[in-house]
Nanobody
Framework: QAQLVESGGGLVQPGGSLRLSCAAS??????????MSWYRQAPGKERELVAV????????NYADSVKGRFTISRDEGKNTVYLQMNSLKPEDTAVYYC????????WGQGTQVTVSS
């Protein structure tokens, strides 16, 4: 059974950093064959795309609101995707979801990130 499991969320002060991890298991192919993304959803708002890394690591893309602060990467050996988040702001507070897409789409259960002093 395919699973994406996020971890690494928590409470952090403004200006701080967190690294989210998304461990994939049971996928038909290596994560390199998937377009891997991070989305987030804040209370009362729609889910939004934060960062994408294309299949076979060709390129990355980011929402304007996180450019220069967030970095998406992946480790094929660990079948894990990461989201390094620096210079966090209160408006980054949300549940962050991992997403994988090839022929099918897979979602993780989400991890809460709260940025507050």
């Amino acid at each position: 059974q395919a699973q994406l499991v996020e971890s690494g969320g928590g409470l952090v002060q403004p200006g701080g950093s967190l690294r989210l991890s998304c461990a994939a298991s049971g996928l038909p192919f290596s994560i390199y064959a998937y377009v891997m993304s991070w989305y987030r959803q804040a209370p009362g708002k729609e889910r939004e795309l934060v960062a994408v890394i294309t299949s076979f690591g060709a390129s990355t893309n980011y929402a304007d609101s996180v450019k220069g602060r967030f970095t998406i990467s992946r480790d094929e050996g660990k079948n894990t995707v990461y989201l390094q988040m620096n210079s966090l702001k209160p408006e980054d507070t949300a549940v962050y979801y991992c997403h994988a897409r090839r022929s099918f789409v897979y979602w993780g259960q989400g991890t809460q990130v709260t940025v507050s002093s």
